[in-house]
């Protein structure tokens, strides 16, 4: 892949038809750049290659890395603009976007992932480990990232975008069918992967069990989730025994304080149960709030709606009496 540096007309360069990022015209970091490309000029270059136009048969450029500079130097009035040429067919275009974006945080994870299906749509006999290898990644990166593509319900998407979503709670909420994804949307927010992961896990489990038996996985119920306690806490807890003379009090033989340790470890102990019921009771208290909330402001428009064709029609006999 050569390429070879030019300074060519921004008109004669189109925007990518599959762009991995989109342009938002209001963000600040955005405006800023426009700020700087006006007052100090554009350095370095975007990446574009050659195309014809099927239908005019007319030469041009389409871009293929750059898109919020090209759009910049486009709004501060920039007529010419440096480009690196080169010669990518469309397989290697999308390759190329991603590995120019990959270690950018502003792109979002969502966008990552349907532009790697892309590739592997385009190449069917293409693997994942293969994939994984153009672009320098792990398969299992690969997989995980892919398995975002599952998150079909636009709310949750943009949740992951935005990052309220951790991405490990991601990997693990796409598991779920689709049904299910908003019974763990809340906990996926709030809960660490520590907590979380396993949640989704045992989920995903109870489903398989119930499919293989032919029965219905039924409601989801909490149950307490194991995880590890951090390992600056357990060592805390060996020098200073004060959970242990807690959680040990009225157990009568050495076994069942053993029991009990690993339990705390796990954060299966009865105390670290009670605090995972508290918060499952809150998240459960807030989305019953939340919907509340939703049922009430959809009502108040329905009356509003209604209000003013009853207004309408009123007016509208007023004339005809008239």
Known sequence: MGANLQTVAIAMIRENPVALRAVNREDERYLGLIESIRTKGFFGAITVRPKIDEETQQEYYELVDGLHRFSASKDAGLEEINVDIVDLNDDETLEAQIMANIHKVETRPIEYSKQLLRILSRNPLM?????????????????????????????????????????????????????????????????????????????????????????????????PVAFMQKMKDIKEELESAEIANVLCEGLSTAAEGFQMAIKWCLHLDPKSVEIQVAKDEERKAQREEAKKKKAAEKAAKAAAKAEEAAKVAAEAQAEIEG
């Open 127 to 223: 693997t994942e480990s293969e994939l994984a290898g153009k672009l320098a990644k792990s398969p299992q990166w690969i997989k995980e990232r892919l398995g975002l593509t599952k998150i079909d319900n636009e709310q949750i998407a943009l949740l992951v975008n935005e990052g309220k979503i951790k991405l490990a709670n991601a990997y693990a909420l796409s598991k779920l069918p689709p049904e299910e994804m908003n019974d763990f949307v809340d906990r996926a927010m709030t809960l660490s992967p520590d907590e979380f992961v396993p949640a989704a896990n045992q989920r995903m489990k109870e489903i398989r069990e119930a499919k293989r038996k032919g029965q219905d996985a039924g409601e989801v119920e909490f149950q």
